[in-house]
């Protein structure tokens, strides 16, 4: 079971939106809409932000969307802010019960 | 509030052992998956296993034969035991939680370092 694939960064300006892709086999999305994403801050642990596609946990912005087409899932972040700076990793449960992940995207605000 | 809290970091020579705690509070332990990941210097994220309230562990393939994971009750802790220790094992370890069968890791420990080095 090989890693999401993901973009190694993506920039953009403050108040823009971006996009964050996470592509996979199949097999990586076997079980339906169980995809989770996590903003990483240097030398923090993972903070979940989305869950189940779409969903965002108490507290987490709404500026944070999630979305999912066939074996794509995405993040977008609209209203860029300095504060968004981090690293962002996409992550699924496939086949031999086991969780994966993507490789993770650099945001940089420019 | 809920805590996972780690110890700091552990250095180890190839070939040989280590266990990683993690400490859980402000949370009812026994309604929890708990899940092991790692992360490697400037790398990314990677999954090595369940262990859940009954003590029933699932790992991932890559670590099966080489990694155990145990939890007490008592204590509300959970350990991660990796063997046969090389140097590309040398990564930042994670505890994290999982309200069972919600696919997500809601709460995450600090983290500890494990650096294998001869």
């Known amino acids: 079971q090989s890693a999401l694939t993901q973009p190694a960064s993506v920039s953009g300006s403050p108040g823009q939106s971006i996009t964050i892709s996470c592509t996979g086999s199949?097999?990586?999305?076997?079980?339906?809409?169980?995809v989770s994403w996590y903003q990483q801050e240097p030398g923090k642990a993972p903070k979940l932000i989305i869950y189940?596609?779409?969903k965002r946990p108490s507290g987490v912005s709404n500026r944070f969307s999630g979305s999912k087409s066939d074996n794509t899932a995405s993040l977008t972040i609209s209203g860029l802010q300095a504060e968004d700076e981090a690293d962002y990793y996409c992550?699924?449960?496939?086949?031999?019960?086991?969780?994966?992940f993507g490789a993770g995207t650099k945001v940089t605000v420019l | 509030q809920v805590e996972l809290a780690q110890a700091g970091g552990e250095v180890k020579k190839p070939g040989a052992s280590v266990k990683v705690s993690c400490k859980a509070s402000?949370?009812?332990?026994?309604?929890?998956?708990m899940h092991w990941l790692r992360q490697a210097p400037g790398q990314g994220l990677e999954w090595m296993g369940i262990?859940?309230?009954?003590?029933?562990?699932g790992y991932a393939p890559k670590f099966e034969g080489r990694v155990t994971m145990t939890r007490d009750t008592s204590t509300s802790t959970v350990d991660m035991d990796l063997s046969s220790l090389r140097s590309e094992d040398t990564a930042v370890y994670y505890c994290?939680?999982?309200?069972?069968?919600?696919?997500?890791?809601?709460?995450w420990g600090q983290g500890t370092l494990v650096t294998v080095s001869s």
């Open positions: 402000g949370h009812t332990f026994t309604n929890y998956n």
């Open positions: 994290a939680r999982e309200m069972d069968k919600s696919y997500k890791f809601d709460y």
């Open positions: 189940e596609v779409n």
């Open positions: 199949s097999s990586d999305f076997e079980k339906d809409n169980v």
């Open positions: 992550c699924s449960y496939g086949t031999y019960f086991s969780y994966v």
């Open positions: 262990i859940r309230p009954s003590g029933a562990t």
